[in-house]
């Protein structure tokens, strides 16, 4: 049993032919290189993500954790 991902359904959509070609012909289309080009920039893109997501968490900690010492000290 082959499995179908969620991504070949859509090029199946978009193109029938072009799914049988690559599918069952085994037919790449051109333009491998710049797809594995646009991969990388996707990874690279996603851990800026999480990076300045770790970065806000971070930041909102500091500031709740100065606002409480604002806090302790005026009391």
Do not use: F, K
């Not at 991504?7 to 032919?17: D, P, V």
């Not at 800026?48 to 709740?64: E, F, H, K, M, P």
């Amino acid at each position: 049993m082959e499995i179908i991902r969620a991504s070949e359904i859509g090029e199946y959509y978009y193109c029938a032919r072009s799914w049988w070609l690559r599918r069952v012909a085994g037919i790449e289309p051109d333009g491998a290189e710049r797809r594995a080009l646009g991969t990388i920039g996707h990874i690279r893109h996603g851990r800026l993500v999480n990076a300045s997501q770790r970065l806000l968490w971070i930041g909102v900690v500091l500031l709740l954790g100065g606002a409480g010492l604002v806090w302790w000290a005026i009391r």
